[in-house]
């Protein structure tokens, strides 16, 4: 009746993961009451949750990504503090929960936390650089974040019920296989990781075609923002990369579902044919996440050095060649499985050349500096830690190129500490910097500066003293995920790393607190004009937070700062350029329950595959089916925003920036 | 004038003509662009089945000969069903397309080439199984 | 500078967006795209999508071909006269979705049922052969589970067979929305989309019956 489920799923003698249920569990049901005492459970499904607008989706897409951050952080904070502690001794967390623990702080920290941030802000600020009112396919925009949600979900249900895997964040047989992972942890990995990638798929396809097909009048490709091009590479990539992931955990999924003989010892299946596929889809993926930080950076720099974009041409031209170069250099993951020095010196040769257009981009970072007189906001402290910090990952990522060295490093700390120095210094950075760049935009009132920097300087200090040691003990001979140790030249080494650790830790709590304190302070920190940073896209034409339609008439677009050439245009005249246009009324679509409804079902269905409830599996899938029929069979797909009001929300928009312009000021 | 009902981002509130379109074609000349592409496809099918049985292809280029029949088969379909042209709002589609293949051909021929390699370096799975015994 | 960087129209003629219509169409800088250029162009990029994945099955597939752990192999298995009813069956479906689509472009409710009804019996027709010839490979020991080969070929033809599946699950919707709705602009769009998919389906056949039956059929002296 319950498939393979029954009260043994829940830890109830392990109290590590009994007490962090717990204390989840209980926590939500606590915010959930709140929630519904206060009332505010109609207004959370009308505008946020039912919502298809993307600024909405973008933000709940970065709130994921925060919340999911604090649970890999505690599972990084513990793998630190197991590693400074078991030195000649046992730790404190058993390996069968120690290899859950690194699992799942990979899987998290790729799946929830780094794409559904970048996804967040790509989501957020491209239609409005763009020009335009929202993405090609609104309500497939939602479904995509919800679905990404559901995954996110059943990755953390497993901490309760079930367990995770065990294999690493990418399930590499024949481990992951059943024979030597009888349980449901893979399984748990298995449907999230799908069910998310499906909505990233969506998401990849709804912004390769907005940004192609719906861009304001005037805008031509050259005169897009370089976050608009990193975002359509980065889309790309998405399209031509995840289709192999699902192809290749359905492969394993068939394996152990059906006794199949993709990557099994027996019947003549073939391990390292997974270690192919999943990398061909790995690789590209870390560039999915770069590339929107690297466009980021462009537009902070930019607007920070109160400068255009030195080298727009060859920014975009290196960010499509990243994006193709991305998918030729996958077997750089298993030089050391035994192509042959033939195969790894092309894929080594075509990974150093990767690290070209890389490099003309931060010389266009640097060059774009020089000469301007810098604002040393918050959001440019973590663009120039990015540069300092990514260039260091970047070169042991061309030393790791090299198969000779490689042989030795390979699955070292050393090649641990080279992806956390580009992933935290290139995306967690960046999306940091975006965060802070486009807070006001999305909520009407700035983040609290000071506290902002002092995080920065928590996380790069912690940063380094983290990850440097690791190099040092990657280089002395230490492998990735050990459990414990015995060389007593590496103790030393990984008590600095587990400082490190906590003064990341100090990073967060100040992030956490800017928070707070700028929410509660919001009053006095309001952004009146829409453009506290003196911008210089077009986002920075509408207010803060924009209105649902973004803007009242599509802009016409006749240089590639397009809100720059205007505002200076203003300013000489200490009078707004544009007369008022004639308004006319503006069809918006309405909200729907699409894409929650289809991420409910999402996790009934995958938490009954993974528990074997073939009856609900069923279930689910006729479920999934009927609400796209609901959805197909609407009437009634749009609402209409009334001339007045689109002008009502207009005029107070132009006046606030007129008496801006009036009083002189220098915003 | 009809209801404008286009949303969906600010496009353009038209109907289905779109500007720069070559110009509506008779039902009889889509019905014929329509069976001239059934009938090359059945050619070609045809082709591929007599391939695969003929002493008349020199023998070890079957496989070749079947893979170009295929990319020509594609091409048919591609163009009379799936209507790709060269105006100007069909050119993203082209480029894609060529995006697509590009992929393709990396993985299956990028795979191909590794995992040939690979398997002639190491030794076969069931061998090393035995070995564990 | 004489015009400025921002301009906003405000002809009535040029439409509620208040922006000119596209004058310089295709590269997108006249301004969003119409929808149905929109609606097609994000349904060709979701087709791309999916025939990236059908190309890792097949990869899969090319690479285990030889994995047959001392069991039945291509050449021994594959009845060619099933594969050729298949692919006439297929072949047939797609001309017929094609006439539905001049159909629905014409507005006619009867043809478009009959030429949707039509497209649907053919493609189940397909399903049925296929589903015919995989349990006779149960039937026969060469099921999936018996060799690396026959879980990638059950694999890559049954994701095809699936999405068949789905598709004629797509039709039977779309012939019931014609009916109860009529010729309305969305659900002309999704029957767009529809018809993509369904030709996009032969086109992955096509390199099925070419590269997994014939190739497969050949003596295995011939084959690299």
Redesign the interface.
């Given at each position: 009746m319950l498939g393979k489920l029954n009260w043994q799923a829940i830890p109830f003698d392990q109290p590590i993961p009994l007490a962090a249920g717990a204390v989840v569990v209980l926590a939500l049901a606590a915010l959930l009451v709140w929630l519904a005492a206060k009332g505010y459970m109609p207004y959370l499904w009308r505008e946020w949750i039912t919502s298809v607008d993307h600024k909405r989706i973008g933000i709940m897409y970065c709130l994921l990504a925060g919340v999911m951050l604090l649970r890999g952080f505690i599972d990084a904070l513990m793998m630190r503090s197991q590693q400074a502690l078991a030195f000649h001794a046992a730790g404190y967390l058993p390996p069968e929960h120690y290899n859950q623990i690194f699992s799942a702080h990979g899987t998290i920290m790729i799946f929830f936390m780094a794409m559904p941030f970048v996804i967040g802000l790509m989501n957020f600020a491209m239609?409005l650089q763009l020009g335009?009112?929202?993405?090609?396919?609104?309500t497939l925009n939602s479904v995509s974040f919800w679905l990404t949600a559901a995954g996110a979900l059943l990755v953390n249900i497993s901490l309760v019920v079930g367990e995770f895997a065990r294999t690493g964040w990418l399930p590499f047989p024949p481990l992951s296989e059943l024979t030597y992972s009888p349980g449901v942890g893979v399984d748990y990995y298995l449907w999230a990781i799908q069910i998310s990638g499906i909505g990233t798929?969506m998401t990849?396809?709804?912004f390769?075609?907005?940004i192609?097909?719906?861009?304001?009048?005037?805008?031509?490709?050259r005169r897009m923002s370089i976050f608009c091009w990193t975002t359509l590479a980065a889309s790309?990539v998405i399209?031509?990369a995840?289709?192999?992931l699902?192809?290749?955990l359905?492969?394993l999924t068939?394996?152990r579902y059906?006794?199949?003989?993709?990557f099994?010892?027996?019947?003549?299946?073939?391990?390292?044919?997974f270690m192919?596929?999943i990398w061909?889809w790995g690789h590209p993926e870390v560039y999915i996440l770069v590339l929107p930080a690297f466009g980021v950076f462009s537009e902070v720099v930019s607007t920070f050095c109160g400068k255009p974009l030195f080298g727009r041409r060859s920014m975009i031209v290196a960010t499509m060649g990243i994006c193709?170069l991305s998918?030729?250099v996958w077997?750089h993951h298993f030089f050391t499985?035994?192509?042959?020095a033939?195969?790894n010196a092309v894929f080594g040769i075509a990974s150093m050349i990767i690290a070209v257009p890389t490099g003309v981009k931060i010389y266009n970072w640097l060059f774009t500096m020089y000469g301007a007189r810098v604002r040393f906001s918050a959001a440019m402290l973590w663009s120039i830690g990015f540069m300092v910090t990514f260039i260091l990952g970047g070169v042991t990522g061309v030393l790791l190129a090299s198969p000779a060295a490689d042989f030795v490093l390979h699955e070292s700390l050393f090649q641990v500490a080279h992806f956390h120095n580009v992933i935290i210094g290139g995306v967690v950075f960046g999306v940091f910097a975006g965060y802070t760049y486009w807070f006001p935009k999305a909520f009407g009132f700035v983040l609290d500066e000071r506290l902002g920097k002092a995080a920065f300087w928590c996380w790069l200090i912690g940063f380094y003293l983290a990850f440097m040691p690791l190099y040092v003990v990657g280089l002395e001979g230490m492998t990735r995920r050990m459990q414990h140790y015995d060389r007593p030249e590496w103790y030393p080494w990984l008590l600095v790393a587990a400082v490190g650790a906590f003064v990341i830790l100090c990073g967060i709590a100040l992030q956490i607190a800017q928070l707070w304190v700028s929410i509660r302070g919001r009053a006095q920190r309001r952004d009146l004009t829409g453009d506290p940073w003196d911008g210089r896209s077009l986002e920075w034409?509408t207010t803060s937070p924009p209105p649902m339609f973004n803007f009242a008439?599509?802009?016409?677009?006749?240089?590639d700062e397009?809100?720059w050439?205007?505002k200076q245009?203003a300013r000489a005249q200490a009078q707004l350029?544009?007369?008022e246009?004639?308004y006319?009324?503006?069809?918006?679509?309405r909200n729907s329950a699409t894409g929650f409804v289809t991420a409910f079902l999402a996790v009934v269905t995958g938490f009954s595959l993974i528990w074997h409830i073939w009856w609900l599996v069923i279930l689910g899938l006729v479920g999934a089916?009927a609400t796209f029929?609901a959805f197909?069979?609407r009437?009634h797909?749009?609402i209409e925003i009334p001339a007045e009001e689109v002008a009502r929300i207009d005029r107070a928009n132009r006046a606030a920036r007129a008496a801006a312009l009036r009083e002189g000021a220098t915003r | 004038m009809s209801k404008?009902?286009?949303?969906?981002?600010?496009?353009y509130v038209g109907g289905d003509r779109v500007p720069g379109a070559p110009e509506e074609r008779t039902l009889a000349q889509e019905v014929r662009g329509y069976l001239i592409g059934l009938g090359l496809a059945i050619l070609l099918t045809i082709a591929s089945f007599w391939a695969d049985h003929t002493r008349e292809i020199y023998a070890a280029g079957i496989a070749m000969a079947l893979l170009v029949l295929t990319v020509a088969q594609i091409g048919i379909h591609l163009i009379f069903f799936l209507h790709i042209t060269t105006d100007p709002d069909n050119e993203?589609n082209i480029l894609?397309l060529a995006?697509g293949v590009?992929?393709v051909c990396?993985?299956v021929f990028?795979?191909l080439?590794?995992?040939i390699?690979?398997?002639?370096?190491?030794m076969p799975?069931?061998k090393?199984?035995q070995m564990q015994r | 500078?004489s015009?400025?960087?921002?301009?906003?129209?405000?002809d009535?003629a040029l439409g509620?967006?208040?922006?000119?219509p596209p004058q310089v169409t295709g590269?997108?800088?006249?301004?969003?795209?119409p929808k149905r250029?929109?609606v097609g162009?994000?349904f060709w990029?979701?087709l791309?999508?999916?025939v990236?994945?059908?190309s890792?099955?097949f990869?899969?597939y090319a690479?285990?071909f030889k994995?047959?752990?001392g069991g039945p192999s291509a050449h021994e298995l594959f009845d060619l006269r099933n594969t050729a009813a298949q692919t006439a069956v297929l072949l047939a479906s797609t001309f017929t979705c094609g006439m539905a689509s001049l159909a629905v472009g014409h507005r006619s409710q009867k043809w478009t049922q009959i030429a949707l009804l039509v497209t649907g019996l053919l493609g189940l027709t397909f399903i049925l052969l296929e589903v015919r010839e995989f349990t006779g490979f149960v039937a026969r020991g060469a099921g999936?589970?018996?060799?690396?080969?026959?879980?990638?070929f059950?694999?890559l033809v049954g994701c095809h067979g699936i999405h068949v599946s789905v598709a004629l699950?797509w039709l039977g919707?779309m012939m019931a929305?014609f009916y109860a709705?009529g010729f309305r602009q969305?659900i002309r769009y999704?029957f767009l989309c529809f018809s993509l998919f369904w030709h996009a389906l032969d086109i992955v056949w096509v390199a099925i019956f070419n590269l997994v039956y014939l190739v497969g059929s050949l003596p295995p002296e011939l084959l690299p």
């Open positions: 239609p335009v009112r929202d993405v090609a396919f609104p798929l990849g396809i709804n390769v075609t907005t192609l097909k719906i861009r304001a009048p005037g805008m031509t490709y790309l399209v031509a995840f289709p192999i699902t192809a290749t359905a492969m068939l394996d059906s006794g199949f003989h993709f099994t010892n027996e019947g003549g299946g073939n391990a390292m044919m192919n596929l061909a193709i998918l030729c077997l499985m035994g192509a042959g033939d195969v034409a008439v599509l802009p016409d677009v006749v240089s397009p809100y050439s205007i245009q350029v544009t007369p246009p004639e006319t009324s503006i069809e918006v679509p089916y029929v197909a069979w009437d797909t749009e | 404008p009902s286009d949303f969906e981002a600010g496009s993203n894609a995006f590009l992929i990396l993985i990028g795979s080439w590794v995992m390699h690979l398997n002639n370096n190491l799975m069931d090393l199984m | 500078m015009t400025p960087a921002l301009r906003l129209a405000h009535p509620p967006a208040g922006i000119a590269r997108g800088a006249g301004g969003p795209a250029i929109i162009y994000g990029i979701f791309l999508s999916d990236i994945m059908f890792a099955f990869a899969a690479v285990l994995s047959t752990d999936p589970s018996r060799s690396a080969f026959l879980s990638s059950f694999t699950l919707t929305q709705k969305d999704r």
